[in-house]
């Protein structure tokens, strides 16, 4: 069984989805959110999960909110998400990027032991379904610029302007 928490922010609402006793979405009720139209904000979401206070879901609100409050400067969740062994190494190498910084797609490429993969590490950023947790808005573009976030350049700057005014 799936079961959701919603978590109220400044950003807008955001769902926590469990399963497994892992955490293996985030979804961001936005509406800048080009996502935010997706069948799982809406009343479809109850066909789908069950909101339940799960231990895990509580632990995840309870961070999140401390994340936004700028007393979290990491996650201590347990995540899964599915997807190819490169989009994997991605997201375990942008876990490793620290609180308030930022890394470029060739970075996190080499990272990944790929130099020339940016593209591709752009692909992974963009099939990441734990955004925030896993930090894919730290990820810029080479010439220092905020590009390619799916939740929206207003949400990237938000979220890294709170980085930087906490680190």
């Known amino acids: 069984m799936k079961y959701i928490k919603y978590v109220k922010t400044k950003l807008g609402k955001i769902c926590v989805v469990e399963e497994n006793r892992?955490?293996?979405k985030v979804i961001i009720d936005n509406e800048n959110n080009e996502n935010s139209k997706d069948k799982e904000i809406d009343k479809k979401v109850y066909e789908k999960y069950q909101e339940k206070d799960?231990?895990?879901l509580l632990k995840a609100k309870k961070e999140l909110e401390e994340y936004f409050a700028g007393k979290r400067k990491e996650f201590?969740?347990?995540l899964e998400q599915e997807g190819t062994e490169f989009q994997k190494k991605v997201w375990e190498a942008l876990e490793r990027i620290p609180y308030?910084?930022?890394r470029t797609y060739k970075d996190v490429a080499k990272m990944v032991g790929?130099?020339?993969a940016s593209r591709a590490v752009g692909m992974a950023n963009?099939?990441?379904s734990i955004p925030i947790i896993i930090p894919c808005h730290r990820?810029?573009?080479s010439n220092g610029k905020l590009v390619g976030y799916a939740l929206g350049l207003d949400m990237k700057k938000y979220l890294l302007d709170l980085e930087r005014k906490n680190k």
Request: no cysteine; charged share 35%.
């Open 126 to 128: 963009n099939k990441n």
């Open 100 to 102: 308030g910084e930022t």
């Open 76 to 78: 201590d969740l347990p």
């Open 22 to 24: 892992k955490i293996i």
């Open 114 to 116: 790929n130099e020339k």
């Open 139 to 141: 990820v810029i573009g």
């Open 54 to 56: 799960t231990k895990l």
